[in-house]
């Protein structure tokens, strides 16, 4: 019986997937959101929006909250709030759901606040950093490495000893091959195919994928 009081910071439809998950894995007990732009009171599949994150020193204690999850799709975004909570909260944990569907390889690591969607694949000995997201049917191969607040879309695969550099985005149904590094703060483009490696602070897309433009931290992308 799940028994530990969590709340998902956000409330939007990347918000009502985590909570998918949550419910299935019933490793926590759910009591609510916290979201800055709704009113409490305001609910997502029946959870109640229970305050705000400059409210969380409070709600903390009269929720008994063990932890959270931060279901914010945009990685700078998620690291601002991360930074927030921790500075705010700082004895709150980062729960880590992985849906039911995923397979997890042997060796494989998967760091705190980190979300595994459904039907995603990660291969013996990944190692996916803090704050990630591995979205729905992305698969991850051997030896490969996700740094903090990295994320792959629906439809990723990647080969073999591939590195995604932090705050890196791949987009929808790209596909990396193998020994290649994609920077940091990067983004690639939906249906890339990306054959050598990108630097930091890039926009890559097309078949093969090549640099278009540059871009800097905290850019929008999604």
């Not at 609910?43 to 929006?49: A, E, G, H, K, R």
């Not at 279901?71 to 980062?94: C, H, T, Y």
């Not at 494989?108 to 950093?129: L, Y």
């Not at 994320?151 to 929808?172: C, D, E, H, K, Q």
Request: net charge neutral; glycine share 10%; charged share 20%.
């Amino acid at each position: 019986m799940a028994s530990k009081n969590i709340v998902v910071v956000g409330a939007s439809g990347h918000a009502k997937v985590v909570i998918d998950i949550i419910e299935k894995e019933a490793r926590y007990h759910l009591v609510g959101l916290i979201d800055t732009y709704r009113p409490a009171g305001d609910t997502s599949f029946d959870y109640p929006v229970v305050g705000t994150e400059a409210e969380l020193p409070t709600l903390s204690k009269s929720l008994n909250l063990h932890g959270c999850f931060i279901a914010i799709g945009d990685n700078w975004r998620r690291n601002l709030v991360a930074q927030k909570i921790m500075e705010l909260a700082p004895a709150l944990s980062f729960i880590t759901p992985i849906h039911t569907s995923a397979e997890i390889a042997r060796g494989a690591t998967i760091g705190r606040g980190t979300v595994i969607m459904p039907g995603a694949i990660v291969n013996s000995d990944s190692k996916i950093g803090d704050f990630c997201i591995l979205n729905t049917k992305a698969s991850l191969d051997h030896d490969c490495v996700m740094e903090d607040f990295s994320s792959l879309a629906p439809n990723v695969t990647t080969g073999g000893n591939v590195r995604i550099g932090a705050f890196s985005a791949v987009s929808l149904g790209a596909n990396i091959i193998h020994k290649r590094t994609i920077g940091r703060h990067t983004v690639i483009g939906a249906g890339a195919l990306v054959l050598q490696d990108i630097p930091d602070f890039s926009v890559a897309y097309g078949i093969p994928a090549s640099v278009v433009r540059k871009r800097q931290a905290g850019d929008e992308y999604l």
